[in-house]
Nanobody
Framework: QVLLVESGGGLVQAGGSLRLSCAAS????????MAWFRQAPGKEREFVAR????????YYADSAQGRFTVSRDNAKNTVTLQMNSLKPEDTAVYYC?????????????????WGQGTQVTVSS
């Protein structure tokens, strides 16, 4: 059982930056592909970014491409999401997720463990 805890959310003005972190415990992070998802009020949860077990195989949703960067430190059991040039439409609860399966992609069903989420609010 892997426990994931997100942190780093908050209130930021449009154009600003935030760095989200996801700390994992109860398992070896290098055994999992990791991803970030988000859920805005009144909307379904959506994929944001994904990173493979070794830090390779990164890909992003179109909305995040060029502004967000996902990275991981397996030695520290952490995954981060650097978010730059934030927009009001980035406002959401952000979740990190861990997948045991090889080839986990942008589908929620690919992921076995989820954190509780951290709120990101971008003001205009």
């Amino acid at each position: 059982q892997v426990l994931l805890v997100e942190s780093g959310g908050g209130l930021v003005q449009a154009g600003g930056s935030l760095r989200l972190s996801c700390a994992a415990s109860g398992g070896t992070l290098s055994s999992y592909a990791m991803a970030w998802f988000r859920q805005a009020p009144g909307k379904e949860r959506e994929f944001v970014a994904r990173i493979g077990r070794t830090g390779a195989a990164r890909y992003y949703a179109d909305s995040a491409q060029g502004r967000f960067t996902v990275s991981r430190d397996n030695a520290k059991n952490t995954v981060t999401l650097q978010m730059n040039s934030l927009k009001p439409e980035d406002t959401a609860v952000y979740y990190c997720a861990a997948a045991r399966r090889v080839g986990a992609g942008p589908r929620e069903a690919d992921y076995d463990y989820w954190g509780q989420g951290t709120q990101v609010t971008v003001s205009s």
